[in-house]
């Protein structure tokens, strides 16, 4: 076993969530680990959750914490399940991101360092933030609200 030197460099080259790269290779399929590891991105109107609305938590689909309930998801059009709020605030960290030449701010998920997409602000959605979290569908799993009664 190799014990994990924690870097400060700005890289993902450290084995973040407690896992190396083999074993999240073996516990995603190839497009959840690009995305989620390698902070790839889907295809827009691709993913499985762009239009749902069904009631739950979506959860992490690298380490299964709770990042945002469908109650905040909004339709966006921007081909991308978009959330004007995360669950809670601490559940995610959100990192800047100049890679496309622009500054963005990306968002992952805080338990695994799993990446998730990115958070846009003032783009004038009625949303009570402003803020529209465009989270790949690959990067979550709904975990449907089950019909207790109140
Ligand atoms: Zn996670």
Redesign the pocket.
């Known amino acids: 076993m190799t014990t994990p030197t924690p870097a400060t460099s700005g890289h993902h080259q450290d084995p973040p969530?407690g896992r190396t790269p083999q074993q999240w290779r073996e516990k995603l399929t190839p497009q959840e680990y690009h995305v989620?590891r390698e902070a790839g991105t889907e295809a827009p109107w691709s993913g499985e959750y762009v239009s749902t609305t069904s009631p739950g938590v979506y959860e992490?689909?690298?380490?299964?914490?709770p990042?945002f309930s469908s109650s905040t998801k909004f339709e966006s059009h921007c081909g991308w399940p978009s959330f004007f709020t995360p669950l809670a605030g601490d559940a995610v960290v959100q990192i800047e991101d100049r890679s496309l030449g622009t500054v963005r701010t990306e968002v992952r998920?805080?338990?695994?360092?799993?990446h998730l997409g990115h958070v846009f602000s003032g783009e004038g959605y009625s949303t009570p933030t402003d803020l529209r979290y465009c989270i790949n569908s690959v990067s979550l799993r709904l975990a449907p609200l089950e019909d207790n009664a109140p």
């Open positions: 969530g989620l992490c689909r690298g380490c299964g914490a990042l998920c805080a338990a695994c360092d799993g």
